[in-house]
């Protein structure tokens, strides 16, 4: 069997007075599982101190030219940059890069999200987000035909091409954009159909593990895998916890930097976590940089306007986890391991109640979570649907 053969990519970022050098690693380690998983093999980070991008670059003239050095003699296939970069440094850094694909996280993120769609709806909120992406970027699809701008009588050809493509983009834009509104009406209405039963909705970072608890508590297969955005359509289940049934939805994850307009686009999606009635947060709490990652979904929450309701924080992977303070002793083995009662003591528990540990992979602990997610779930449930409960 022919082994796959992935596009060599070379990542860049910036380090700025917002981005410093401390956080860019765990930045770039992001992007390059981007890469990862949108197929591709990264062979070689660059790195500049700057104190904001070259408008014209985004590096500077100098490091461009190390970066194009070393993609020609290593035969990079593609250049991604941390940031979304704009139409005029995407012209500019494909003249200087000839041969060679400069992508943008955005553009990345986007890829991902094509590869991953499977239903008609998914897919339609995808090609949205993508040629809302493009339009304003098309004149660098046309640098074949810089050759006959210019002087009189020359503005034709390129030029009217461009109009026309644009024309072509902003009513397909048009159309997709009245096909999701049908989507969306239909969406509500089967939400609205669903009964009186509480609902809860999954909500994290992507890769934090949420699939795999949703396949936990609803006792379903549910596709779960170690890459970012597996799951993009949402997936919605009927779960029962001791006497009270109640309907757990798991939507797409969500990431730093996640584009504007795929949050427009997945309206209908993440309608299921505005209209939710509490919020199950999933953290990994082995990341070293989860706190941020807390913060980036808490961001995202107040975005859709979802933060008004009920949340329980569960810090999920507690398996993998190892305290730093253990570290700094030099402890081995177990000793870096923190119990579920060493866990409860920590300021993560304290500033963040009603919070719980798991590990749903190991399935650990699981039955407190399903504890405090009843005690909750059933006093909703008697204030918004009294009479509806089964004894």
């Known amino acids: 069997m022919e082994t796959p053969k992935f596009e060599k990519a070379v990542l860049v970022g910036l380090i700025m007075p917002n981005q410093p050098e401390s956080r860019l690693k765990e930045y770039l380690d992001e992007l390059e599982f981007l890469v990862m998983t949108a197929g591709g093999e990264t062979i070689k980070r660059f790195v500049q101190k700057v ?13 461009a030219e190390e970066i194009g050095e070393y993609v020609k003699a290593a035969e990079a296939d593609m250049i991604v940059f941390d940031d979304e970069l704009t139409p005029t440094q995407v012209k500019n850094l494909e003249r200087m890069f000839e041969g060679v694909k400069v992508l943008d996280r955005t553009t990345l993120i986007l890829d991902i999200f094509a590869s991953r769609a499977q239903t008609a709806h998914a897919k339609t909120q995808v090609q949205l987000a993508q040629l809302q992406y493009l339009l304003p970027r098309l004149t660098r699809m046309w640098t074949h035909l810089e050759r006959q701008k210019g002087g009189i009588g020359m503005r034709g050809p390129g030029e009217s091409q461009i109009e026309s493509d644009r024309r072509a983009i902003q009513h397909t834009i048009s159309l997709l954009r009245d096909k999701l509104r049908t989507i969306d009406r239909v969406m509500a209405t089967q939400r609205k159909s669903r009964g009186n039963m509480v609902r809860v909705a999954l909500v994290g970072y992507t890769n934090v593990g949420k699939s795999t ?40 994850g969500f990431i730093r930097k996640l584009p504007t307009r795929l949050i427009e686009s997945f309206k209908s999606t993440l309608d299921e976590v505005r209209e939710a009635d509490i919020l199950l947060h999933v953290v990994d709490i082995s990341h070293p940089n989860y706190e941020e990652q807390i913060n980036v979904v808490k961001k995202t929450l107040d975005d859709i306007q979802a933060l008004d309701k009920p949340v329980i924080l569960v810090f999920n992977k507690i398996d993998a986890y190892e305290n730093e303070a253990a570290n700094d002793y030099e402890l081995e ?26 590990s749903a992979i190991e399935k650990d602990n699981i039955e407190e979570l399903k504890t405090m997610l009843y005690d909750i779930a059933i006093k909703i449930q008697k204030e918004k649907y009294p009479g509806e409960l089964l004894y």
Do not use: H, W
């Open 213 to 252: 608890i949703m396949r936990l508590l609803s006792k379903s297969e549910v596709y779960a895998d170690n890459k970012l955005f597996a799951t993009l359509d949402t997936t919605v289940r009927k779960v029962t916890i001791e006497n009270l049934p109640f309907l757990l939805s798991d939507t797409v």
């Open 51 to 63: 104190d904001r991008p070259n408008t014209a670059t985004f590096v500077g003239k100098g490091k």
């Open 333 to 358: 083995g177990e000793n870096q391991k923190m119990s579920l009662t060493e866990l409860k003591k920590t300021y993560m528990a304290l500033e963040n109640s009603p919070c719980v540990f798991i």
